[in-house]
């Protein structure tokens, strides 16, 4: 391999002192050589990053800009080749050493995965504040509760198989990236070795990478431009977000703000940093209400940057039975209630608050919000808002209770049998009834969709699954 | 508050005798005032007032422009400060002693909520059509109608409860707006006096105004940019008509109109008045066929503007039982049918005629229609396609009229109860076979879209609901 | 009518002379004596290919672009008035003889209906190749297949109605246009006369023309920009491809490549042929993968351009009760199982290979796809994504198949009734199971759509409705 370098090393040499040379002088030696090839190899991957920020811009350019325009944060002396653009080997031969994938390439070692411990060298306070996020153990939280682990035997025939996992809630919680061996393939310039990955490729929130570290920035800073337009508008976020059970894009789109958004998307911007409220953009999109650092006119922060996504919302609307205050710690399967189940709440509503954020933090949490509402609305109107949003959840979980009720009685009368609470027709109906229902409802309360509180999966559905578990159990009564 | 208002003044003078005073003379000096706080408080209020035709033309300019270009319609002299533009105070002090929300606020008599009456003072005929417009009577036609009490009563179960239902149906509907008393605020300014709302924040289209007139333009017309381009594209409409009970925007997402709309959208242009058919435009959006001022390259009107959306459809094609010819007054609530009920045809589906269009009034409309079709289509395209459309009315009332029977036979035979006709299981399946797959199905022809005629919600579930509710009515009658 | 014609020619002479003449040269005088009319007539369609490429190149101008750029292929001596470009006439009024629909007007003889016959003089290799696309054949193989004729029958209660089914499967099969006599209409230059269509209007993919030929350009291509644009984008395909049954547009929609295409389609380039990848496009459309020339940055063919839909796929993953190898031949409805059934497998899943694509066929397919994918992805990545896809293909079918033995088992026990194997209740729950739930978890994992494999019509359901057929026959069983 050490010869394939040298001999790279030569036939590049001779390009770099061509004519385009100059232009390439930010761009690190490996970054080059890599380029040299990958242009040909994947040119749709090398178009995409020369059209980034980070082909563009030095650490020590980014590291210049004034407080409130930087998106890195790190003790550059920590770095080296600050004066260089990042390119594929800053990321791809970072650390060779805690990279189970790193690999022997050309005379590299190069990763595939690139993992947040490596986006942190830059990125480090938006790092450390995702781990604080619920979505960096999407996979552990589902892997590790038992009771998961019976809802999904339950609910999806097909697994376990790996593959099957993958291509469904993997998909958006995070597979776990794991080293089977090794593959020889060809390709254009001969063939070559590459690790053998299960669980890849995967995008999703809570990945286990082969580094440890979980989570993937490129959920919603995509490869390889990585832009901050793109994780600013709606639609990445829809990648997971717009199913029955968590319908919050769907939700957005039939909004006044969705409606906004959509008709005037043109004349916004979406690469300004900070986000100036009623300059940049006159709607919210998901980013401005839950991640993104905005001004107003005067440059007055109006909320700090997040990457824990409910520092400012202080309930949980989706996901399990109620709603309930956020959890103290991401990682909810630790959680146990009374019954010893892995839940924030009793199976009839009550919260484990031991586990959750208190009253103080929720109010907290809830004004950070408001603030940014009130950049575009009267004290009067958010106020009128919440209030109703805060009787959303209140008559919810009602309905979520009453579906409960059902289902326990049905235990106790033997009509259904909870040695896995999910999987009888009964049991899927309730499921339907907090996970579909309560949801949708929820969500058109906190975002303004109206409809999704009313006939698309809302109320209308949340009272006929009421009434068509009731009619089960009185027949199952009757005929028992 | 007087004080208030003089130091204000005062402050205010200075401010506005420094540098920015020239581009500010158009501005009157009372929203100038409001400017001054609000600049900061609300920024993004200010920043989207800011980018509105409100903020730049002066009442005499637009008055002036030619009459095809013309939106404001009134008698000049009736207003003051025709050579101010309009801002924060021409709207939000407009009239105080009528708007019940009226109060003071720093000096002025403030009202929270600008109602269609105080749009009327420059926008005099599209609020008069407005009232002949159903959407006017949303609030009061789904409050006063005994049915729909009925309807509601057994379709959600959290009702009657005033913020849940402000977050449902009125959402759409509208809202009655009260004044509960006052409530004291802290702002940045020091501790003020708001009047308390009730059923706020709303912009449904019916909504009960605290100065008694009812609508919204802002349904349509998003503050504070009052943009026409916004309410000439789609997603307006689908702030309220996309769940399976009006899927007018899904539709048109997936016709061929759609398409183009989506993918060219950007050579489009969405502000000029008159709209021009070819130029302007390519394909309709709803705001073409159902409310625009279009004309052609010359400036022949195709069709005139008018703001009573049924004024070129002659049937009413969702929301109930059948489908009928559109009623001649907008306050449906007023309706009985033979019955004694509230509705515009009879339970078996006969039309209460009194009471709606005639045919001379129903091919007038169409014919309005069917000139904007042929601004790009054939004839022999437009009576096809309208051929189809009353097919397609005729067939899905037999389908609707199928349902009805199983239910009128259940009734008699005792197996379910009409004391309220909505709130039974066999009861929901009939409402779906109308206000979900029958809709659907009308909405697709209407519309071109497809699937939502076959698969989507369409007749695939027209039959299989029928069959079901079949299989149901068997059951009962052997088991009673 | 002569007359009509020289009358005509006298008027448009003069205008002809005036000062627009010279910009109109490279129009011919016939397609000037149409607009002369028809600009008035309908503005809309006049505009609409004014801004068309046919408006502003000649076939000889296009023929003599480079052969990538080319999409002409056409032996030019064939061609006439190679010096003008496409107008109205050139199209609408060519071969009339083998058109039922040409008409006499105002002295032309006139098709209504433009066929890939009359686009097949400029666009032949396009046009052959589509008739390989079993598109072409959507309208034959729904008809002459009495499996299909049995599941509409059972499926849609208001067919046959040849309007009712106009508006519903045909608007995407195609209609079969028949000429049903001749009307007369008023129009602006007095009374007409006009062929009277049956079928009319339509766009559908396999619509048998009045010349006999199969499919509508305009399916895609829509009238009368026919842009390039608009076709290469994925609204084109939604119109067809959004239904339960084929979920297509709403994967892609919250796929990666659907979030990055909505994010940023305003900086691609949809108009440049060849198409480069990483260049105009950074993410694929649905025409990237399955229709479009691809090339690289230098002008390398990564995949030739292709009409014939299936040529970079193996599997059917739609429409059937699973997923199989492609056919051969385009029309399906001469296949023959082993139980003598019109399909490509059996009831019970196995492959009726002979009329299906062979391994060899399937791998070169797949590898045209895999050389699209790996423009951007790395083989790791490519290959476990197929590798997933090739899962997500068997575990479906297993679904189907379960879903099968319960009918296969109803129908032995006499519990339901094979006569029609698509009309009752459990039937419908069958068809349910492939048509909606398989097809989504496929298309889901074929495009990246997460929660269509999940909650949103996906695996959720694939279990559940299995539950519910097990339960119905239990029930059943116990009480026959």
């Known amino acids: 391999m050490k010869i394939f370098k040298k001999v790279f ?39 995409d ?88 153990k999407a996979y552990v939280n589902l892997k590790k ?25 993997l998909a958006c919680h995070g597979t776990k990236i794991e080293i089977k ?40 800073h995509p490869r390889h431009s990585f832009s901050i337009e793109i994780a600013r508008k709606p639609y990445t976020c829809s990648q997971c977000h717009k199913g029955p059970d968590v319908p919050a894009y769907k939700v957005y789109a039939v909004s006044k703000h969705g409606n906004i958004f959509f008709s005037e998307q043109n004349d916004m911007n979406f690469k300004n940093t900070p986000w100036k409220i009623g300059e940049d953009f006159k709607v919210p ?35 399990l039975i109620y709603a309930y205050p956020h959890p103290k710690d991401s990682e909810t399967f630790k959680f146990k209630n009374k019954a010893g189940l892995s839940l924030p709440t009793e199976l009839t509503g009550e919260f484990v608050k031991e586990v959750l954020i208190d009253k103080k933090e929720m109010k907290r ?14 004290n009067s109107w958010v106020e009128g808002f919440f209030n109703r949003f805060h009787n959303t959840i209140k008559t919810t979980n009602v309905q979520s209770l009453k579906a409960t009720k059902i289902v326990l009685k049905a235990w106790k009368e033997g009509v259904a049998d909870n040695s896995n609470p999910f999987d009888e027709a009964i049991e899927k109906m309730w499921i339907e009834q907090w996970l579909f229902y309560a949801n949708s409802v929820r969500f058109a309360s906190a975002m303004g969709g109206a409809d999704y509180g009313v006939f698309e999966n809302g109320r209308w559905y949340l009272k006929k699954n009421i009434q068509n578990m009731e009619n089960w159990l009185k027949f199952m009564l009757k005929t028992k």
């Open 181 to 220: 061996g090794k593959i020889k393939k060809k390709t254009m310039f001969g063939e070559m070795e590459f690790p053998l990955l299960s669980g890849w490729p995967n995008n999703g929130v809570g990945r286990i990478n082969p580094d440890s570290s979980k989570g993937a920035c490129t959920s919603c």
């Open 9 to 47: 090393f030569f036939i590049f040499s001779v390009f770099l002192f061509s004519n385009i040379a100059f232009a390439q002088k930010l761009i690190s030696q490996e970054t080059q050589i890599c380029l040299f090839c990958h242009k040909t190899v994947t040119p749709g991957i090398v178009r």
């Open 365 to 378: 949490r809830e004004n950070k919000m408001k603030n940014i509402c009130l950049g575009c609305h009267s």
């Open 145 to 169: 509760n038992p009771l998961y682990a019976m809802l999904i035997k339950a609910s999806f025939e097909i697994f376990p198989n790996k593959l099957s996992e993958s291509d469904a809630c």
């Open 285 to 319: 999109t998901c980013a401005v209400c839950h991640i993104s650092l905005i001004v107003d006119s005067n440059d007055n922060v109006i909320v700090e940057r997040t990457h824990q996504m409910n520092d400012r919302i202080a309930w949980r609307i989706f996901g």
């Open 49 to 136: 990053w020369e059209a980034s920020l980070h082909s563009k811009v030095t650490l020590k350019e980014a590291l210049s800009k004034k407080p409130l325009s930087r998106k890195v944060n790190v003790d550059s002396n920590l770095v080296k080749n600050k004066d260089k653009v990042i390119g594929c080997a800053e990321c791809h031969t970072l650390n060779p050493q805690l990279h189970k994938d790193s690999f022997d390439h050309n005379g590299f070692k190069v990763h595939i995965v690139v993992s947040p411990e490596d986006c942190k060298v830059c990125h480090l306070k938006e790092v450390e504040e995702y781990k604080k996020n619920l979505m960096s």
